[in-house]
Nanobody, 115 residues
Framework: QVQLVESGGGLVQTGGSLRLSCAASGSVIFINAMAWYRQAPGKQRELVARISRGGTPKYADSVKGRFTISRDNAKNIVYLQMNALNPEDTAVYYC?????????WGQGTQVTVSS
Protein backbone atom coordinates (compact mmCIF):
# COMPACT_ATOMS: atom_id res chain seq x y z
CA GLN A 1 0.00 0.00 0.00
CA VAL A 2 1.25 3.46 -0.96
CA GLN A 3 0.15 6.74 0.56
CA LEU A 4 0.71 10.22 -0.85
CA VAL A 5 0.26 13.09 1.55
CA GLU A 6 0.21 16.68 0.30
CA SER A 7 0.87 19.77 2.37
CA GLY A 8 1.47 23.46 1.88
CA GLY A 9 -1.82 24.69 0.51
CA GLY A 10 -3.62 27.72 1.84
CA LEU A 11 -4.91 31.20 1.16
CA VAL A 12 -2.66 33.74 -0.53
CA GLN A 13 -3.12 37.10 -2.22
CA THR A 14 -2.59 37.69 -5.92
CA GLY A 15 1.10 37.82 -6.68
CA GLY A 16 2.00 35.69 -3.69
CA SER A 17 3.78 32.35 -3.45
CA LEU A 18 3.17 28.92 -2.01
CA ARG A 19 5.19 25.74 -1.90
CA LEU A 20 3.41 22.41 -2.03
CA SER A 21 4.99 19.17 -0.87
CA CYS A 22 3.94 15.59 -1.39
CA ALA A 23 5.52 12.71 0.47
CA ALA A 24 5.12 9.09 -0.59
CA SER A 25 5.21 6.37 2.04
CA GLY A 26 4.36 2.73 2.42
CA SER A 27 5.34 0.07 -0.08
CA VAL A 28 7.38 2.44 -2.18
CA ILE A 29 10.11 0.66 -4.07
CA PHE A 30 10.65 2.76 -7.17
CA ILE A 31 8.75 5.86 -8.22
CA ASN A 32 8.78 6.76 -11.88
CA ALA A 33 7.22 10.08 -12.85
CA MET A 34 5.62 12.33 -10.25
CA ALA A 35 3.20 15.09 -11.03
CA TRP A 36 0.86 17.75 -9.75
CA TYR A 37 -2.68 18.11 -11.04
CA ARG A 38 -5.36 20.59 -10.07
CA GLN A 39 -9.12 20.77 -10.23
CA ALA A 40 -11.07 23.98 -9.97
CA PRO A 41 -14.79 24.02 -9.15
CA GLY A 42 -16.84 22.94 -12.16
CA LYS A 43 -13.76 22.06 -14.20
CA GLN A 44 -11.95 18.88 -15.09
CA ARG A 45 -8.74 17.86 -13.38
CA GLU A 46 -5.77 19.13 -15.36
CA LEU A 47 -2.05 18.47 -15.37
CA VAL A 48 -0.02 21.29 -13.86
CA ALA A 49 3.49 19.85 -13.95
CA ARG A 50 5.23 16.51 -14.24
CA ILE A 51 8.78 15.46 -13.47
CA SER A 52 10.57 12.33 -14.53
CA ARG A 53 12.65 10.28 -12.16
CA GLY A 54 15.70 11.84 -13.76
CA GLY A 55 14.39 15.32 -13.08
CA THR A 56 13.09 16.42 -16.48
CA PRO A 57 10.10 18.72 -15.94
CA LYS A 58 7.09 19.45 -18.08
CA TYR A 59 4.63 22.27 -17.44
CA ALA A 60 1.19 23.32 -18.52
CA ASP A 61 1.35 26.48 -20.59
CA SER A 62 -0.65 28.37 -17.99
CA VAL A 63 2.03 27.95 -15.31
CA LYS A 64 5.26 28.10 -17.31
CA GLY A 65 7.66 30.62 -15.86
CA ARG A 66 5.74 30.81 -12.58
CA PHE A 67 5.75 27.27 -11.17
CA THR A 68 8.71 24.96 -10.58
CA ILE A 69 8.45 21.25 -9.92
CA SER A 70 11.26 19.36 -8.21
CA ARG A 71 11.76 16.09 -6.41
CA ASP A 72 13.94 14.37 -3.86
CA ASN A 73 14.24 10.71 -4.84
CA ALA A 74 15.96 9.74 -1.62
CA LYS A 75 13.01 11.02 0.42
CA ASN A 76 10.27 10.21 -2.12
CA ILE A 77 9.04 13.80 -2.05
CA VAL A 78 7.88 16.03 -4.88
CA TYR A 79 7.56 19.80 -4.56
CA LEU A 80 5.72 22.49 -6.43
CA GLN A 81 6.96 26.03 -5.98
CA MET A 82 4.24 28.42 -7.11
CA ASN A 83 5.05 32.08 -7.68
CA ALA A 84 3.08 35.01 -9.07
CA LEU A 85 -0.17 33.32 -8.16
CA ASN A 86 -3.43 34.65 -9.53
CA PRO A 87 -7.09 33.82 -8.88
CA GLU A 88 -7.15 31.45 -11.86
CA ASP A 89 -4.76 29.21 -9.92
CA THR A 90 -7.40 28.58 -7.26
CA ALA A 91 -8.07 24.85 -7.13
CA VAL A 92 -7.53 21.66 -5.22
CA TYR A 93 -4.04 20.44 -6.05
CA TYR A 94 -3.39 16.70 -6.23
CA CYS A 95 -0.12 14.82 -6.15
CA UNK A 96 0.29 11.87 -8.50
CA UNK A 97 2.95 9.17 -8.59
CA UNK A 98 3.57 6.37 -11.03
CA UNK A 99 4.87 3.28 -9.24
CA UNK A 100 5.27 0.31 -11.52
CA UNK A 101 2.10 0.01 -13.60
CA UNK A 102 -0.05 1.85 -11.09
CA UNK A 103 -1.06 5.47 -10.51
CA UNK A 104 -1.40 6.76 -6.98
CA TRP A 105 -3.10 9.95 -5.85
CA GLY A 106 -2.99 12.11 -2.77
CA GLN A 107 -6.08 13.47 -1.05
CA GLY A 108 -5.57 16.99 -2.38
CA THR A 109 -4.72 20.32 -0.84
CA GLN A 110 -6.69 23.51 -1.37
CA VAL A 111 -5.01 26.56 -2.86
CA THR A 112 -7.02 29.77 -2.84
CA VAL A 113 -5.75 32.98 -4.40
CA SER A 114 -7.63 36.13 -3.49
CA SER A 115 -7.81 39.14 -5.77
Amino acid sequence: QVQLVESGGGLVQTGGSLRLSCAASGSVIFINAMAWYRQAPGKQRELVARISRGGTPKYADSVKGRFTISRDNAKNIVYLQMNALNPEDTAVYYCNAMIGPDDYWGQGTQVTVSS
